[in-house]
């Protein structure tokens, strides 16, 4: 189904806890991003991975943290220092070797209560 | 700042009419650009991207770099056409979006 996994679906959390978003790709893509999607604001970007064991901040990188220790993996994790964590979360990634764009999971909505 | 601007939320136009998003972009050299769309509880994908100069479901998109635009036109609209759609250039591995156009057809 697409390529690109993410997990759970929906999700919901205390406020005050940490939270990992799951995404797991097969497409053998060298690059992974994650993004953010609120109502009227579009998509934001918060951290991307060009390569495994490497990896840079976006826009919103602010109390969020992610790992790459293996390319088919790419885990978000939302933690407490993040002010307003419930959105829409968006993993995308992408073969550096070609221009056919990114392939989008289908997303984690986190409410935070 | 390097930004990319869609200036309407959301555009409503008649099923048959033609139909143009508008893109306005900020970087500096020569991005990638790309359209994606977002139908109703499917996911993001790709709609085109400027290098193919190729034509998907009907629309099309030219970068204009003296206006660096990348609008995108479609001459007759369809009830199937109504989703949200990005703008987004990609340059240094990022890709940027912008705010987004909800675009509504009516029969």
């Known amino acids: 189904d697409g390529g690109i996994t993410q997990s759970p679906k929906y999700l919901f959390r205390k406020e005050g806890q940490n939270v990992t978003l799951s995404c797991e790709q097969n497409?053998?893509?060298?690059?992974m991003y994650w993004y953010r999607q609120d109502p009227g604001q579009g998509l934001r970007l918060i951290y991307y991975?060009?390569?495994?064991?490497?990896?840079q901040k976006g826009d919103i990188a602010e109390g969020y943290s992610v790992s790459r220790e293996k390319k088919e993996s790419f885990p978000l994790t939302v933690t407490s220092a993040q002010k307003n964590p419930t959105a829409f979360y968006l993993c995308a990634s992408r073969d550096r070797g070609n221009d056919y764009g990114y392939t989008f999971g289908s997303g984690t909505r986190l409410t935070v209560v | 700042a390097q930004r990319v601007t869609q200036p309407e939320k959301l555009l409503s136009v008649f099923k048959g009419a033609p139909v143009e998003l508008k893109c306005n972009y900020s970087?500096?050299?020569?991005?990638?650009l790309f359209w994606y769309v977002q139908y109703s509880r499917q996911r993001l994908q790709l709609l085109l991207r400027h290098i193919s100069r190729e034509s998907i479901k009907g629309f099309t998109a030219d970068l204009n770099k003296g206006e660096t635009s990348f609008h995108l036109k479609k001459p007759f609209a369809q009830e199937e056409d109504s989703a949200m759609y990005y703008c987004?250039?990609?340059?240094?591995?990022?890709?940027?979006f912008g705010q987004g156009t909800e675009l509504s057809v009516k029969p």
């Open positions: 987004a250039p990609n340059q240094g591995g990022k890709l940027i």
């Open positions: 991975s060009q390569i495994v064991n490497d990896f």
């Open positions: 970087y500096s050299g020569s991005p990638e």
């Open positions: 497409l053998n893509h060298d690059a």
